[in-house]
């Protein structure tokens, strides 16, 4: 090989890699990737000539010399295979390295370089230097006096450009930089552990959902919630299809590597169409210190933008190093609540508790248990006795910082659940969301709060933004949009929600539930049964009790299949705790009436929170008028109804 000269980049730059062209070196977020050899002998070829086509019989010939006898193909294909699996890269959607059928390759990736002796421009080679002679030269006294006005009004003309290019930032374009990116949405996929220990995974979601809580806040920014993002924890499809999936316009992505109390973290901020590196960074830390790491990334990615990051009000108590086993702790929670059984959620609250047993100024683990005590598992405690703990929890972690937006939104939902107290509940969703604009879970509960109160145009609003910001929800979290849908009686709309929710998942349960729901009130009763079959299936129903189901709907049809439902309701009952306006509900489609005002009023008692559908729930269209459902209305301090 030819010696390189000293003008050639001897450092290039691209996405997160950093390739040395004289040491011969590979480094990903400052570590060395192992990749040596023909490998990096074509990588380097490529970085030398970006954006250009590298045929084969080059590679051949640098690579090769002419009396070596190999299989030149088979040799070829390894060196690329092996290079892209360094990168990270595919043939099929190639991020970096582009295939040209029966031609070569091409690198495809925007590029930095530089030289010993001055940088490069992305993609572009340093302009040739003028000699002294050529850059001194006067102006020939022969030259003709109407091409000298025309050279000096054309040079005024590029002048006059240029300063508008550089005012605008054209110029950039022109010239291979960066261009001021449009991003006005961006999801944080699951930052990938490094460790090589499945143990970890935990700390590594742990991570990811803080900040994407942090960059939430961010409010010119819509930031898909984490739940949807999880969906691609592996995924092998490219930031194009993740992004055109999720409706947003980029991606973070990133790495995590932790040993013991010490984390090293990668960020990278992907603009997707164009597919082009926007920002990357490294951050060397402590466990306890991760909270810092958060807030420069969130500053970086709002400059890298154009956002400006509105101060808050009140400065967080809280913002200081935290005790990292408490952290920890309090990830393991996190993690453990994800499987989303009663069994799981008291994990997670003896995690949070040890959490705060290791550091009792720690905000996020109270407003944690605040959440898995708001949430009714089937089976387990009633509301009565849930309830004012998830109260008691979200108060304590207010008390530590004001500015959590799950607190706010826990206390909300207490006051709409349980307290029925409409103006505060309000009061508590709106400083949620003006705390963080991206926060489904106070959109979701603001929403049903609206559309019991007849704001059916606002609930859908906030109906609207929950479901953009968390197409794949699931459980509680991506139940309300379409319920809001129903319960404001547009049943069209609450149909094709329910079968979007569906196409995207099969497996969902509660998207079949609410499309069954959705189907009733449609004078669909036959598919709304089978919705309601499909649901308890997926939801994990005992075979033998779903086959009596199934065969009372076979034999005696909608009403025998609702008549199975309360006598399984009744059974239920008497081991645990059943939501008794489930229980009303189905005596209502049996068309027992005593039978509803029974378990209503029971409903009452336990402060069951389905009372507060009373208004707008059609199921009771049929008794909406009587004396004793009117009562009830009025007990529980909902306004008057409107004509259904």
Not at 475 to 492: C, F, M
Request: charged fraction near 25%.
């Amino acid at each position: 090989m030819g010696t390189e000269s000293h003008k050639r980049p001897r450092i290039v730059r691209f996405g997160t890699f950093e390739a040395d062209l004289a040491t011969r070196e590979l480094r990903k977020s400052g570590v060395r990737i192992k990749l040596h050899g023909q490998p990096f002998e074509v990588l380097a070829m490529l970085l030398e000539r970006p954006g250009e086509a590298v045929q084969r019989e080059e590679l051949r010939e640098r690579l090769w010399s002419s009396d070596t006898f190999v299989d030149f193909d088979a040799g070829v294909n390894t060196a690329i295979n092996r290079l892209r699996e360094a990168l990270n890269d595919s043939a099929e959607n190639p991020r970096f390295i582009e295939t040209l059928p029966r031609r070569g390759y091409r690198f495809i990736a925007p590029v930095e370089a530089e030289s010993s002796d001055q940088p490069l421009a992305h993609g572009i080679s340093p302009k040739p230097s003028l000699s002294k002679a050529e850059t001194e030269a006067p102006v020939t006294p022969h030259t003709h006096p109407k091409r000298t006005k025309a050279l000096a009004i054309g040079l005024a003309t590029v002048v006059a450009l240029l300063i508008v290019l550089s005012w605008t930032g054209v110029h950039k374009r022109l010239l291979g930089h960066d261009s001021l990116p449009h991003v006005s949405s961006l999801a944080v996929l699951p930052l990938a552990n490094l460790s090589g220990d499945p143990e970890q995974e935990y700390f590594c979601d742990g991570l990811t959902e803080t900040l994407t809580n942090d960059l939430g806040r961010l409010r010119a920014l819509r930031v898909i919630s984490r739940t949807s993002a999880m969906h691609y924890k592996g995924s092998k499809k490219t930031v194009p299809e993740i992004a055109r999936d999720l409706n947003v316009d980029a991606l973070i992505e990133g790495t995590v590597l932790r040993s013991a109390n010490h984390a090293r973290i990668t960020v990278n901020l992907i603009q997707a169409s164009p597919e082009m590196h926007l920002w990357a960074e490294n951050y060397e830390t402590e466990v306890g210190d991760l909270l810092g790491v958060q807030e420069k990334v969130a500053q970086s990615v709002a400059r890298e933008i154009q956002i400006a990051l509105e101060p808050p009000s009140e400065s967080p108590p809280n913002r200081r190093g935290v005790n990292a086993a408490a952290q920890d702790l309090y990830f393991r929670g996190l993690f453990a609540i994800r499987s989303g059984t009663a069994e799981s959620a008291e994990n997670a609250i003896k995690y949070f508790q040890r959490s705060i047993q290791e550091d009792p100024a720690y905000a996020p683990a109270y407003a944690a248990i605040a959440e898995v005590y708001a949430v009714w598992y089937p089976g387990k405690s009633g509301p009565r006795e849930t309830m004012p703990k998830a109260q008691e929890a979200a108060r304590k972690a207010l008390a530590l910082d004001e500015t959590l937006p799950a607190a706010h939104s826990v206390l909300g939902n207490v006051e709409l659940w349980y307290d029925w107290n409409w103006v505060d509940a309000e009061k508590e969703f709106r400083r949620a969301l003006e705390l963080d604009p991206n926060y489904v879970l106070a959109h979701n509960s603001y929403a049903r709060e609206l559309v019991i109160l007849g704001r059916n145009e606002e609930a859908l609003a906030q109906a609207k933004q929950a479901m953009g910001l968390d197409p794949y929800a699931e459980g509680g979290e991506g139940d309300y949009p379409i319920w809001v849908t129903y319960l404001a009686h547009q049943y069209d709309e609450a149909e094709r929600v329910a079968k979007a929710k569906i196409a995207l998942d099969p497996n969902y349960p509660w998207a079949h539930y609410d499309l069954a729901l959705t189907y009733e009130q449609m004078g669909k009763s036959t598919e709304s049964v089978e919705e309601y079959l499909r649901f308890e299936g997926l939801s994990g129903a005992d075979p033998q009790r779903l086959a009596h189901l199934q065969e009372e709907f076979r034999t005696s049809g909608v009403k025998g299949f609702w008549r199975e439902r309360l006598r399984d309701y009744r059974k239920a009952a008497k081991r645990g705790y059943v939501s008794a306006g489930m229980v009303a509900e189905a005596c209502a489609r049996v068309g027992d009436k005593d039978c509803v005002f029974e378990w209503l009023e029971k409903a009452f008692e336990e402060r069951d929170d389905l009372m507060i559908n009373l208004n707008v729930d059609p199921v009771f269209n049929g008794i909406r008028a009587h004396p004793r459902f009117q009562d009830l209305v009025h007990r529980v301090g909902l306004p008057k109804p409107w004509p259904s």
